[in-house]
């Protein structure tokens, strides 16, 4: 097995990074590395997963502090061998079968009837979830779509029928700890005799020995596969959003259920339109005749072209806004609105005569007919005083 990078130096970022620093060095790596950007480069495509598989590990709090324990083996069962029980350790706290939490039973009531806490070694355990990231366009979230997505993810292995023994071998029940995962230890001390439970050494917790490992999974149970996914994004999700697909993330152990698959939007800018949470913003220009008689102009919206009509005097900047042209609520009812802003463009490039007719133009209007420009000489006036 290939030695993984430290997921920290992965993402860049330190080993007290908050959730807020993961998810910015995530989404920009993503981003950076995502097959949608790098069409065809097998090197992005492994850094995409790397940095997924990173995150996934970094952002779930229990996953985190297992993987600053323990390293890769506290989160990848397949990794180094797949020795171990369920994370690679086995029992409680890991460290060869000794329990840290019997630390505090020897000195704090392990003399008073041993440990209260009892586990069942084959109960079932549910599947860690995946998370990706789905690059999409404005039109792809605001109206929804299908989108095909790649995942590694652990399955059962076929071959032992996720046992973890070789074909035609089944696990025995472990002789040390009679299948249960714990072994009382008395212990001699000058207080008298301390009884405490720690995980049995022998089968790591799991309560069976595996003599002959399964050679596909090396004992784990669970392999990795490459596995593809067609996903309906829901219409109106929006950047850094995620949305699950349920049961599709690594299968559980001793039958567990499987865990999901969190997929992140990263929304590519569009030309035409910007988004403000529902609504949605553009800018459209018009001629300076359109402003000043009014016109019927053409507007897009994600739903097509409708006609708007700009009212005579209309002003460079206005903004004109058309009731649920928006993005629709995500599994809601309803949408948002949109918002037109209209500018003015300047001609240029004039010819003698387009010029003369202006300044004909400018000699027939007066003050009376620019507010804004009236108001403000009348200010200078007092300020000039």
Known sequence: MAEKRDYYEVLGVSKSATADELKRAYRKLAKQYHPDMNPGDKNAEAKFKEVNEAYEVLNDPAKRQRYDQFGHAGVDPSYGAGSGGAGGFGGFGGFGGFDVGDIFESFFGGGFGGSSRTRNPNAPIRGND?????????????????????????????????TGAKKGTTPETCPECGGTGQVKVQQRTPIGVIQTTRT????????KIVREQCSACRGAGRVRKSKTLEVNVPAGINDGQTFVLRGQGDNGLNGGPSGDVNIMVNLRPDSLFERDGFDVWCDIPITFSQAVLGDDIVVPTIDGKVQYTVPEGTQSGTVFRLRNKGIPYVNGRGRGD?????????????????????????KLTGDKNYEKRKGFFDKLKDFLK
């Open 130 to 162: 995946i998370s990706v990231t789905v690059g999409l366009s404005f039109m792809e979230a605001a109206k929804g779509c299908k989108q095909t997505i790649n995942i590694q993810r652990l399955e059962s292995c076929d071959t032992c029928g996720g």
């Open 200 to 207: 049995c050494t022998k089968c790591s917790g799991k309560g």
């Open 338 to 362: 949109q918002y037109v802003k209209v500018n003015i463009e300047v001609p240029r490039n004039l010819t003698g005569k387009q010029k003369e007719s202006l300044r004909e133009f400018e």
